[in-house]
């Protein structure tokens, strides 16, 4: 999910009955990212889905 999709998607868990449902939020934009941005954001989303996964 992208930052700009976050109240949409927050706005739909909430309608799905899960309020609160954390996610992981990778930095926009991605296609006009180049490969260091891109890999840059994917190291990041890792952290971001880590942290999700394991509680932190």
Not at 21 to 27: G, H, K, N, S, T
């Amino acid at each position: 999910m992208t930052v700009p999709f976050v109240n949409g998607a927050e706005l739909m868990a909430q309608a799905l009955g899960v309020p609160g449902y954390r996610f992981v939020v990778i930095a926009h934009p991605i296609s006009s990212a180049t490969d260091a941005e891109i890999e840059a954001k994917a190291r990041d989303t890792l952290e971001q889905a880590r942290s999700l996964l394991l509680g932190g």
